[in-house]
């Protein structure tokens, strides 16, 4: 019989003993402020490594939500780090927006105007706002909004753009990162988006952000998912063409939960209803990557008949909410044995019980990646922390 109160205790342990206690204790960037920008797999901090806005944005996330479930004064203090760092190092004074990276010193590095980048820093601080009712962070969070509203809404086509230079001008390379393709829209960052967009409207009651909101849940209905196998079109050009047959199952199961919260955040009954069910429809099919050792494969490449069985952190700890939420709201019983088979996976493979944290990810036959970051620029305590929390 399923015991909630046992998994409730077990995620806050891993929350504040296995996850944050590693971000408190190794990563605070004492001598040049901030958070170090990267450890090694095998826990060597690089500490001339450049300071990314992702990873700062996200530790503000992941130590403002801890804050508002827990109480925890240590858990306020890094939060409020984070959240000087970002508006005094990351906030671009004279532009505005957010800078892609920063040195070691905290100079701007790479200063392209990245709207993933800008969704994530408003996503940290409307939870900073959340936490503490913080003026300043509500501040900077609705001019980030106004800045991806003038700059990136594509008020044509519908939509949001990827990248721009520092000053807003167009940029060549759109790329969120190496691995992607350089087209002008994609799913990931409208995903991150929506995302910071809700919870900024339960901060900040605006009609015009209201608007947005629900221009994005249209956009995804008519233009990411799709409609014959639900799965999650990724990458498009500025008319919506797709321009890419991958599959990323763990963006198809962290969508189906994320897109169900904004309606449930907007309160619209008709809108719960209608994303309820595609919420189910997107699970389904992401759950054609679930294995029998109850993990989630990182993704499918249609075209070449390609499989990539690696199981990453991240599509785990999404794997084990997304279904979690199909059992809480829908009383789904197969949803909760995939919720629960998921957890059991990454406890057995990859929480770092000895280092802290989480390795990046484990391959088919169960060997870990040491190759990849323990911490750094992608590897952060944002899908490991809000899948804990989601259960306080």
């Not at 508006?87 to 990276?101: A, I, K, Q, T």
């Not at 959340?130 to 962070?137: L, P």
């Not at 800045?147 to 044509?156: F, G």
Request: contains cysteine; hydrophobic residues 40%; negative net charge.
């Amino acid at each position: 019989m399923f015991d909630k109160r046992a998994l409730q205790a077990e995620m806050l342990s891993v929350l504040q003993d296995n996850i944050l206690a590693f971000w408190l204790d190794k990563m605070v960037d004492t001598e040049r402020g901030g958070f170090y920008g990267r450890m090694t797999p095998d826990g060597r901090i690089e500490a001339d490594a450049p300071k990314g806005a992702i990873l700062n944005a996200r530790i503000l996330w992941a130590f403002s939500a801890a804050y508002r479930a827990t109480g925890r004064e240590d858990y306020l203090a890094a939060a409020t780090r984070a959240k000087r760092y970002l508006v005094d190092r990351f906030y671009d004074h004279e532009h505005g927006g957010v800078y892609w990276s920063l040195t070691a010193d905290g100079a701007p590095l790479d200063t392209k105007k990245q709207f993933y980048a800008l969704g994530f820093a408003i996503y940290g601080l409307s939870e900073y706002v959340r936490a503490t009712g913080d003026e300043e962070a509500l501040h900077y969070a609705v001019a980030l909004y106004d800045d991806i509203e003038q700059h990136s809404r594509d008020r044509r086509f519908g939509g949001y753009i990827e990248a721009l230079t520092r000053d807003w001008q167009p940029i060549d390379d759109m790329r969120l990162s190496a691995k992607d393709r350089n087209d002008r829209k994609s799913m990931n960052t409208h995903l991150h988006i929506i995302e910071p967009y809700t919870n900024l409207l339960r901060v900040w009651r605006n009609d015009e952000l209201l608007e947005s909101v629900c221009g994005l849940l249209d956009i995804f209905e008519k233009h990411i998912i799709d409609p014959e196998t639900f799965h999650l079109r990724l990458f498009f050009d500025d008319e919506w063409h797709s321009t890419s047959d991958m599959i990323s199952y763990g963006h198809d199961i962290e969508a189906s939960w994320l897109l169900h919260e904004t309606a449930l955040v907007i309160g619209d009954p008709a809108l719960i209803e209608h994303f309820g069910t595609l919420a189910r429809r997107i699970a389904d099919a992401a759950a054609e990557g679930l294995q029998p050792d109850g993990s989630m494969i990182y993704e499918y490449d249609a075209p070449a008949a390609h499989r990539d069985t690696d199981r990453h952190w991240w599509v785990e700890a999404e794997c084990v909410v997304g279904y979690f939420n199909l059992w809480e709201h829908f009383g789904d019983s197969l949803s909760l044995e995939r919720s629960l088979a998921a957890w059991s996976y990454i406890k057995d493979h990859l929480i770092d019980r000895s280092g802290g944290e989480w390795w990046w990810s484990v391959d088919d036959n169960g060997n870990i990646n040491r190759r990849d970051d323990k911490a750094g620029f992608w590897k952060c305590p944002y899908h490991n922390s809000r899948m804990c929390l989601f259960f306080l």
